[in-house]
T-cell receptor, first 112, second 108 residues
Framework: DAGVTQSPTHLIKTRGQQVTLRCSPI?????VSWYQQVLGQGPQFIFQ???????GRGNFPDRFSARQFPNYSSELNVNALLLGDSALYLC???????????FGAGTRLSVL | AQRVTQPEKLLSVFKGAPVELKCNYS??????LFWYVQYSRQRLQLLLR??SRESIKGFTADLNKGETSFHLKKPFAQEEDSAMYYC??????????FGKGTMLLVSP
């Protein structure tokens, strides 16, 4: 099993643009969570999805949105990018009923 | 609101020395606490969780509800323990609140 996979690995955007990040969970995992990790900080929770429904949302503006597909993969969208959105975006998957989360390697987003 | 505090950004020890990485939390309910570790050029991975009460790679952590702490300990540090360590709290539905992390450097 390849574990949680995220794409792309790196991304460079300019202010005002929109970005879509993708995540494929571990096979059999039905829950996907997204985290933002700014340099020098711990990961900060953005969203959690389970069975295509949003189950939790962190303290992020409405410019951030996400969805989960029938195959349990997920996309994170960020609109109207700001310089402060530059960060490592982590996806984690977990099997329902357990709260051990398995993390992907992340997508490094740079906003210029 | 829940919060996790790791007071040390960097902890530097010599090989064979004892290690204690501090973690304090604030949460009104019954928390589940974790330690995650990130080795150089690897992804974030679970080291241990308090409900398992097990020792992983020689590390242990005990939840002290009175002091709201979940410190990570190892009696004899090894060079391969050098990594970034994050304490995290699950307040439900696998929503993790992380501390800022402590970099552990073990010198030969």
């Amino acid at each position: 099993d390849a574990g949680v996979t995220q794409s792309p690995t790196h991304l460079i955007k300019t202010r005002g643009q929109q970005v879509t990040l993708r995540c494929s969970p571990i096979s059999g995992h039905k829950s996907v969570s997204w985290y933002q990790q700014v340099l020098g900080q711990g990961p900060q929770f953005i969203f959690q999805y389970y069975e295509k429904e949003e189950r939790g949302r962190g303290n992020f503006p409405d410019r951030f949105s996400a969805r989960q597909f029938p195959n349990y993969s997920s996309e994170l969208n960020v609109n109207a990018l700001l310089l402060g959105d530059s960060a490592l975006y982590l996806c984690a998957s977990s099997f329902d009923g357990q709260n051990i989360q398995y993390f992907g390697a992340g997508t490094r987003l740079s906003v210029l | 609101a829940q919060r996790v505090t790791q007071p040390e950004k960097l902890l530097s020890v010599f090989k064979g020395a004892p290690v204690e990485l501090k973690c304090n939390y604030s949460y009104s309910g019954s928390p589940e606490l974790f330690w995650y570790v990130q080795y150089s050029r690897q992804r974030l991975q679970l080291l241990l969780r308090h409900i398992s009460r097990e020792s992983i790679k020689g590390f242990t952590a005990d939840l002290n509800k009175g002091e709201t702490s979940f410190h990570l300990k190892k009696p004899f540090a090894q060079e391969e323990d050098s990594a970034m360590y994050y304490c995290a709290l699950d307040s439900g539905y696998s929503t993790l609140t992380f501390g800022k992390g402590t970099m552990l450097l073990v010198s030969p």
